[in-house]
C-alpha cells in the first residue's frame, strides 16, 4: 500500500526528445506528488510537485501528469539537453513522510 | 538562506564501531527526516523528528540505530556497532510544516 512502482528504470534519449517517467502509487491517501533529480555524489533536488487537485502542472521544460482515477503521474521532460543526464525520483506523500519509486537513470546523448 | 548541511560528507568506520551523522536544517525548518540509499536504489524512509520529539521512526531498524533533534544544535543519527550491510548514503531532509522537503548532500558511510 506505501509502494510507488516506478517505469522505466533506464532510459536513453538524444537531445532535444521528450523523456516521459511513470509512476503509479496504491495509497489513496497520498495527496502529494514531488519529483526529485539527483546527481551524483549530490542529494536530491525538488523539481517539480503536484497535488490531485490538478491534472498537469508546468515548470519550464518539466510537466507532470496526473491521472487521479488511475493512481498514475509522469514526468516528461521538453527539448532534453545532455546537462538533464541524472537519476529522476518520484515520490508520494500524505503528510510528511515521502516514499520514492526506484529511481530512473536518465542518459540524454549530444 | 544555507541549505540543509549535512556533515561528514564521507564517513569510514571499522565493523563494530560507532557512527554518528549531522544534520543542521534550513533555517525556520523544524521537521527534520532521515533516509538510506543504496547503491543504485532508491531513498527508503528512516525517521522524522521535530524539536525534541521522534514523530516516526517506523523505518529504523530496531536494533543500533537511533536520532535525535535536541532543542539546541544539528540532528543526530546513530548507528551503533557497525556492520558492512550499514554502508550507505545518509540523506537528511527539513521543511517547515506542511511544504516541500528540501535534501542535504548526504552522509556516505562505507563500514570496512
Known amino acids: 500500500q506505501q509502494q510507488v512502482k516506478q517505469s522505466p528504470q533506464s532510459l536513453i534519449v538524444q537531445k532535444g526528445g521528450i523523456p516521459i517517467i511513470n509512476c503509479a502509487y496504491e495509497n489513496t491517501a497520498f495527496d502529494y506528488f514531488p519529483w526529485y533529480q539527483q546527481f551524483p555524489g549530490k542529494g536530491p533536488a525538488l523539481l517539480i510537485a503536484?497535488?490531485?487537485?490538478?491534472s498537469e502542472k508546468k515548470e519550464g521544460r518539466f510537466t507532470i501528469s496526473f491521472n487521479k482515477s488511475a493512481k498514475q503521474f509522469s514526468l516528461h521532460i521538453m527539448d532534453s539537453q545532455p546537462g538533464d543526464s541524472a537519476t529522476y525520483f518520484c515520490a508520494a506523500s500524505s503528510g510528511s513522510r515521502l516514499t520514492f519509486g526506484e529511481g530512473t537513470q536518465l542518459t540524454v546523448n549530444p | 538562506n544555507a541549505g540543509v548541511m549535512q556533515n561528514p560528507r564521507h564517513l569510514v568506520r571499522r565493523r563494530g564501531q560507532e557512527a554518528r551523522l549531522r544534520c543542521s536544517p534550513m533555517?525556520?525548518?523544524?521537521?527534520v527526516y532521515w533516509y538510506r540509499q543504496l547503491p543504485e536504489e532508491g531513498l527508503k524512509f528512516m525517521v522524522y523528528?521535530?524539536?525534541?520529539?521522534?514523530?516516526?521512526e517506523s523505518g529504523m531498524p530496531k536494533e543500533r540505530f537511533s536520532a535525535e533533534f535536541p532543542k539546541e544544535g544539528p540532528s543526530i543519527l546513530r548507528i551503533q556497532q557497525v556492520v558492512r550491510g550499514d554502508s550507505a548514503a545518509y540523506f537528511c531532509?527539513?521543511?517547515?510544516?506542511?511544504?516541500?522537503?528540501?535534501f542535504g548532500q548526504g552522509t556516505r558511510l562505507t563500514v570496512v
Open positions: 533555517k525556520g525548518h523544524s521537521h
Open positions: 503536484i497535488r490531485p487537485d490538478v
Open positions: 523528528l521535530q524539536k525534541e520529539n521522534i514523530i516516526d
Open positions: 531532509a527539513s521543511s517547515a510544516s506542511n511544504t516541500e522537503a528540501f
